[in-house]
C-alpha cells in the first residue's frame, strides 16, 4: 500500500500498520467488556474491591497494598495531581480520611483488558460520603481510568485519572 501526492511517494512501515489496527481492536473492544487472560482479570477485579476499600476506610495499610511503590505512580484527581506513593497515601489520609466521616465508593460497569504485564480499567463511579464538617451528605459522580502493571507477579495500580461526568450543555467542557 502507498500513497501518492504529486510526486511524493510514501510507504507505511509495517509497524504503524501494526500498532495502528491493535489501536483500533483496542477501541473497538474496550467498552464494557474485559479483555485480557481470566486470572489477570480476577486478580485485576479483587485489586478493586481492596482499593474501594481503601477509599471507604481511609486506609494507608491498603493504600500500600493497591499502589505500586515505584517513582512513577501518579494520580490526577479534580484537586491536583499527585506523584509518588507518599502523595497518594496523604491524598487519601487528608481528603478521604478528614473531610469525610462516611465513605461509599461504589464503581460501575468497570472494564478490565490486559496486555501482557499491564491492564488499564475504566469506570464510572458513585461517591456516597459524609462531610465532617456538620454532617452534611454529600454525593458525587465521575468517570475513571486507571493503569495497572504487574509487579513480582502482582498487579499494582501505578495511575489513576478521574473526573467528573461528560457534560452535553451549550459551551461546557472546555
Not at 30 to 38: D, F, H, I, R, S
Not at 81 to 108: C, P
Not at 129 to 154: F, I, M, S
Not at 161 to 170: A, E, F, M, R, T
Request: aromatic residues 8%; contains cysteine; charged residues 20%.
Amino acid at each position: 500500500m502507498a500513497f501518492q501526492h504529486a510526486k511524493c511517494r510514501v510507504r507505511p512501515k509495517k509497524q504503524t500498520i501494526v500498532a495502528i489496527s491493535l489501536l483500533s481492536l483496542a477501541f473497538a473492544t474496550a467498552v464494557g467488556e474485559n479483555t485480557g487472560k481470566p486470572a489477570d482479570i480476577k486478580q485485576i477485579q479483587q485489586l478493586q474491591k481492596r482499593y474501594v476499600a481503601s477509599i471507604d476506610g481511609a486506609d494507608l495499610a491498603l493504600v500500600d497494598q493497591v499502589w505500586s511503590h515505584s517513582p512513577d505512580v501518579i494520580f490526577v484527581e479534580p484537586l491536583g495531581t499527585e506523584r509518588g506513593l507518599l502523595q497518594v497515601e496523604g491524598f487519601v489520609r487528608n481528603t478521604f480520611g478528614k473531610m469525610f466521616s462516611k465513605r461509599n465508593l461504589q464503581l460501575e460497569n468497570p472494564s478490565i483488558h490486559v496486555y501482557g504485564d499491564t491492564a488499564w480499567s475504566e469506570m464510572t463511579w458513585t461517591f456516597d460520603a459524609t462531610l465532617r464538617d456538620g454532617e452534611k451528605p454529600l454525593v458525587t459522580k465521575g468517570r475513571e481510568t486507571r493503569v495497572l502493571r504487574k509487579e513480582n507477579g502482582a498487579w499494582h495500580i501505578i495511575a489513576i485519572h478521574y473526573s467528573g461526568l461528560p457534560v452535553n450543555g451549550k459551551l461546557q467542557g472546555f
